[in-house]
């Protein structure tokens, strides 16, 4: 699958409340139009993932796939994603000196109970037609 230049494309679990609430706040927050979204659920994510061998077995949770550069996971993705995002860019400053290995014991800790804490939803969110656009399963 082929992502448009200079775009960089978020896969999250479509299911889970937390995700679909960060989604909104990319849709909201986003400055400069960077991103384009699909669940992890979806065809396009799973193509995605397999051409960089990234195993859909053991990764659950958000991606952040960056084209010209490489891809992003757990907590290196979520610090990627908030560099883009109004009002979440003193995030990366601020926990980036942390070693990656204990910023993901505790964002591994929050992906374990996200369901328990936040829910889980029977299928993934369907764009508005005003988002749709962003969505690569709901786009192209």
Partial sequence: ME?????????????????????????????????LLA???????ESLMRARGI??????????IDPGVAYYLKSDAALEIA?????????????GWIPRSIRDVVYDFIARNRYKWYGKRESCMLPSPETANKFLDASR
Avoid: M
């Fill in 3 to 35: 992502i448009l230049p200079g775009k960089k494309v978020v896969l999250f679990d479509g299911v889970c409340n937390l995700c679909n609430t960060w989604v909104q706040r990319i849709l909201k927050r986003e400055k400069g139009d960077v991103f």
């Fill in 39 to 45: 669940s992890l659920q979806s065809q396009e994510a």
């Fill in 55 to 64: 195993d859909t077995e053991k990764v659950d949770s958000i991606i952040l």
């Fill in 83 to 95: 560099r883009h995002l109004k009002g979440y860019r003193w995030l990366p400053p601020l926990l």
